[in-house]
């Protein structure tokens, strides 16, 4: 069973972190909607693709030791939401520190890499993931 | 608007049910009903079922139809519908048959909630409950379920202060609860100790923080309140039932300290009923992690936002407290079979408001709230029975 | 016209294992394998790094350093013998990364570790021809020795990703030239997991015949003498190989010293010549010349002739980070943590 269209069809907005700008209220959205919950109706047709630096902070964080069967290779391993500097929130993992180092406000940006794959024959998908930001 | 009354309920043990199947454990809760609220099958309007995921738990789907089927009522030709809302579709079924009451359209209806979780593997099982979050910005980039209740647990104790042994009464107090419950899950108490110790799930969540995996069936029959007495002499009145969603993702909240849906379902399951949180004498809250009774308890206004925790740890909420939540055990000590929990909630403010719950009893209980939640806070039902008049 | 580098990055895994802790598991002499081939450690890619991923990282780091736009790239190249894919090309996903899509041409190439050079003289080519504007030459590995192998000492990962053109070249490339001949000293056949290779054969008759004869012809071509190169990279599959190539050439310790990151991150197959040449430009100055010759099995040697113009000075090399830079954020893992990592542990749900 190949999910291979499910996951291509977001690739851009994976890769590069693009969501939408909201053209009536300015407001900033990550993923991207097709209608401004704020604005509604004005809002459409007016949802411009915004892309996200990928700099912003730490909201909330856990360390994940079950993990689902993409990530058991990986665990454990820290997810956290990330206030992007824009102002959107966004889900992810946090790469290359120390799981329990991770905390809430600490700085971090984005980085590209593997998600998953579709078993052992299908395709692999790849986006961002986030790394410490280091001074 | 016709007022709606719970004649009859049934639940079947909840836990590992390795002998029986899906449909099975339905039937079972089903005629425990029918037999409670003392009608036969002819006098059956229509059915409905909550189940979540029955699909990819026991690859089966068309669950209105099945359920109709073994029940007997295939026969009857009678309309059998499908709930789905995650971990509130037990909830959802028992709202959309308050509709169909209250509109005039049926008069007598049996709700089920049922889910068979333990046919495949557990790993299986955590990718399925997360379905019920966003599968395309959240478990896609290595959220589990419980890892977004974890990004929740710790937002919470940044903001309020809640801390590990907080989270833990809770779960030791469902423990507790749940004790005293035939049909629960887990009937033995744990130490709070033990509860902090037991292993990382997501940090700081931990395995005791979380609900099971269950088997399980509840169903109730409702009816509309003008022919109730004709089947029950102490019929409980469906007072109020509200419902509200909110974002799929927790990423696209602006508090993740709350459930914002709870909080609106229940304010206005409130004003429906036209009373205030001191008149609720006892509530069935969805505790699927520790958390979340935590916020749910502050969302629903038993306790001002950020001191939840603390009142569980001073054992306000415990049988006997100030506002006694959970006495079944809740999701973490009666189990949580995801589309049956909803169900389950009424079934037990139901014999709490009839005076049979037994060990588990709160004096003189008139007023109960059942409040369900889907995914992380997506949805939220909220039900206020009454003793009937 | 003058044709060379506009920009260039790199990137390397964090994760490092020590020659010791291999030998430990396989009840080898690590410390002195490792001393043998002057590898101090070893780069390791993470559970969620393979070359598409060093290459997009990399690729980003070049992108950084100009105010280029993605658009204007009209080609990109991707030397590996890594591909995560073997059918289906990892370039379309660095395009798509970098935002160049869609007019522009991709091909992924394998030359073993001379992959990523292939990659900038095609760019070349195509930049000289005026076929494109600007191309993007990447050679990135996640290599792999078999278990217990003496390969599992040096095989290791990273990459660097170079921007081609002829407006602000910040180096110039002077000439380029091949040397190629069918020599099989190391090969890994369709649906093998790790390489063979032919023991001592991989050296005089591969390593060394290919790099001194390429090296040669390209002196004799620029009517250069080794002592006219700030600095010189050869290809490192350890610390040994080049700098006795160096010194048969006649090149000094202090040449080579720079572009020599074997013996911190291991042989990074399609990315040795390419990292080793990004650390050169990381501290090189206006007027630097700088020898390159890269070798790939197989077998063939390419080389360059690169000279650092002044536009270097007006570069902003800050806007990314030093291959050194990159190099200092690492952690040392155990065999086990390797194992896991690298996919040599399998899980139930794989199969």
């Not at chain 1, 820290?78 to 406000?105: K, M, N, T």
């Not at chain 2, 940044?158 to 005293?180: M, P």
């Not at chain 3, 070359?51 to 990109?76: L, Q, Y």
């Not at chain 3, 591909?83 to 090309?89: E, I, R």
Request: charged content about 25%; aromatic content about 8%.
């Amino acid at each position: 069973m190949t999910k291979t269209p499910r996951f291509w069809r977001e690739n851009k907005n994976r890769y590069n972190l693009i969501g939408v700008k909201c053209g009536s209220c300015n407001a900033v959205y990550f993923p991207s909607r097709i209608i401004c919950p704020d604005c509604g109706r004005k809002s459409m047709g007016k949802m411009d693709k915004f892309k996200f630096s990928g700099r912003g902070t730490v909201y909330s964080n856990t360390v994940v030791h079950e993990a689902h069967e993409q990530y058991e290779m990986q665990k454990p391993y820290a997810i956290a939401l990330i206030e992007l500097e824009e102002g959107a929130r966004v889900l992810g993992q946090i790469v290359d520190c120390e799981p329990y180092e991770v905390q809430i406000g600490m700085k971090v940006k984005s980085t590209f890499r593997k998600l998953g794959q579709d078993g052992k024959s299908g395709t692999i998908y790849y986006g961002y993931k986030f790394v410490r930001e280091r001074e | 608007m016709k007022k709606v009354a719970i004649i009859g309920v049934g639940i079947t043990p909840f836990g590992e049910l390795w002998d029986d199947s899906f449909r099975e454990i339905g039937i079972k809760a089903g005629f425990e009903a029918l037999h409670d609220a003392n009608i036969s099958s002819d006098d059956i309007d229509a059915i409905y079922v909550g189940n979540m995921s029955a699909g990819r738990f026991i690859d089966q789907e068309h669950i209105g139809a099945l359920i109709a089927d073994y029940a007997g009522l295939a026969h009857n030709n009678i309309p059998s519908t499908r709930v789905e809302a995650g971990g509130a579709s037990g909830a959802l079924a028992v709202r959309q048959a308050y509709f169909s009451i209250a509109s005039g359209m049926n008069e007598i209806v049996v709700v089920g909630g049922a889910e068979k979780m333990t046919d495949i593997g557990d790993v299986e099982v955590n990718d399925i409950q997360s379905s019920a979050a966003d599968q395309e910005w959240e478990t896609v980039f290595g959220a589990t379920y419980p890892s977004l209740f974890a990004l929740m647990a710790r937002r919470h104790m940044h903001e309020y202060g809640t801390t590990r042994e907080q989270l833990s009464s809770v779960a030791a107090k469902n423990h507790r609860h749940g004790s005293l419950n035939p049909k629960a899950q887990f009937r033995r108490e744990i130490k709070p100790e033990a509860i902090s110790r037991s292993p990382v799930v997501s940090d700081p969540l931990r395995m005791l923080d979380c609900a099971p995996i269950s088997d399980g069936a509840a169903a109730v029959i409702m009816c509309d309140m003008g022919i109730a007495k004709k089947y029950s002499e102490h019929p409980v009145e469906v007072i109020a039932s509200a419902q509200a969603s909110d974002t799929l993702a927790l990423n696209q909240r602006k508090s993740i300290t709350e459930m914002l849906a709870t909080k609106i379902a229940g304010k206005k399951a409130m004003e429906m009923a036209g009373i205030g949180p001191a008149d609720i004498d006892l509530a069935e809250v969805h505790d699927n992690f520790t958390i979340s009774e935590i916020m749910a308890v502050e969302d629903l206004g038993f306790f001002p936002k950020g001191e939840g925790a603390k009142a569980t740890l001073d054992g306000k909420t415990t049988i006997g407290g100030d506002i006694p939540i959970n006495t079944s055990g809740g999701l973490k000590a009666r189990g949580d079979p995801i589309g049956a929990t909803g169900v389950a909630q009424i079934v037990e403010i139901v014999e709490q408001l009839r005076g049979k719950a037994d060990k588990r009893q709160i004096k003189d209980a008139k007023i109960g709230l059942a409040h369900s939640v889907g995914g992380t806070g997506s949805s939220a039902i909220v039900h206020i029975l009454g003793v009937g008049q | 016209m003058e044709i060379g580098i506009v920009s260039y990055g790199a990137y390397i895994p964090r994760f490092r294992i020590l020659p010791e802790e291999i030998g430990r598991v396989w009840g080898l002499d690590g410390k002195g394998f490792g001393k043998g081939l002057m590898i101090e450690q070893k780069s390791i890619a993470g559970p969620d790094e393979d070359v598409v991923t060093i290459s997009v990282e990399a690729a980003r780091n070049a992108m950084k350093r100009v105010d280029v736009s993605p658009e204007k790239i009209g080609a990109i190249y991707v030397g590996s013998e890594s591909h995560p894919y073997v059918v289906k090309p990892t370039g379309t996903i660095v395009a798509e990364a970098i935002e160049a899509t869609p007019d522009l041409t991709v091909a992924d190439y394998e030359f073993a570790c001379k992959a990523g050079t292939a990659a900038i003289q095609t760019c070349m080519g195509l930049v000289g021809s005026d076929m494109i504007e600007y191309g993007l030459a990447i050679g990135s590995d996640t290599s792999q020795g078999a278990p217990g192998d003496a390969l599992e000492f040096s095989a290791s990962a990273g990459g660097a990703a170079f921007l081609i053109g002829s407006k602000d070249v910040i180096a110039k490339i002077n000439t380029t030239l091949s040397y190629t001949t069918d020599t099989p000293d190391f090969w890994r056949r369709e649906g093998q997991m790790y390489p063979s290779h032919g023991g001592r054969f991989t050296g005089e008759p591969a390593y060394f015949k290919h790099i001194v004869s390429c090296a040669k012809n390209l002196l004799g071509k620029c009517g250069t003498k080794p002592e006219d190169y700030k600095y010189a990279v050869f290809h490192q599959p350890n610390g040994k190989f080049p700098q006795r190539v160096a010194k048969m050439l006649g090149f000094s310790n202090e040449q080579i010293e720079t572009g020599l990151l074997v013996p911190q991150i291991g042989n990074t197959y399609s990315g040795a010549v390419p990292l080793g040449l990004s650390a050169i430009l990381d501290e090189a100055e206006p007027g630097d010349r700088i020898f390159a010759i890269a070798y790939g099995s197989g077998a063939g040697s390419d080389g360059f002739d690169i000279a650092v113009t002044d536009a270097i000075t007006r570069f902003n090399r800050k806007a990314a980070p030093t291959v050194r830079e990159i190099m200092a954020n690492m952690k040392a893992i155990d065999y086990a943590t390797y194992a896991k990592y690298r996919g040599k542990i399998k899980l139930s749900c794989e199969e």
